[in-house]
Nanobody
Framework: QVQLVESGGQLVQPGGSLRLSCVVS????????MAWYRQIPGKARELVAR???????YYVSSVTGRFTISRDADRNSVHLQMNSLKREDTGIYYC?????????????WGHGTLVTVSW
């Protein structure tokens, strides 16, 4: 059974920090590049950070220097440390593989975790 369970999202003020976590099925975690994606209302889901099995990281320019992705092999989990949060970081954050997992002909996504950056 596929497991992608995100957590950690909440309301935070601009300039604040959050740490997101995602528990992943072991067989998926150990053999795939993992990523955090986000979906902002009215926009398509975008990849914001990814990390290979060898811990090579990539960040989209809008989060470079503020977000850090990591993976914990002992817990089959992926984390996203988000600092200096901005209003435009508001959205639903999902973890998934790169490319995203497929269930038949459709992409498989977890429920995501909502991050709201606001006063």
């Amino acid at each position: 059974q596929v497991q992608l369970v995100e957590s950690g999202g909440q309301l935070v003020q601009p300039g604040g920090s959050l740490r997101l976590s995602c528990v992943v099925s072991e067989n998926i975690f150990r053999t795939n590049t993992m990523a955090w994606y986000r979906q902002i209302p009215g926009k398509a889901r975008e990849l914001v950070a990814r990390i290979t099995t060898g811990a090579i990281r990539y960040y989209v320019s809008s989060v470079t220097g503020r977000f850090t992705i990591s993976r914990d092999a002992d817990r089959n989990s992926v984390h996203l440390q988000m600092n200096s949060l901005k209003r435009e970081d508001t959205g639903i954050y999902y973890c998934n593989t790169v490319p995203p997992l497929m269930a038949g002909s459709r992409e498989y996504w977890g429920h995501g975790t909502l991050v709201t950056v606001s006063w």
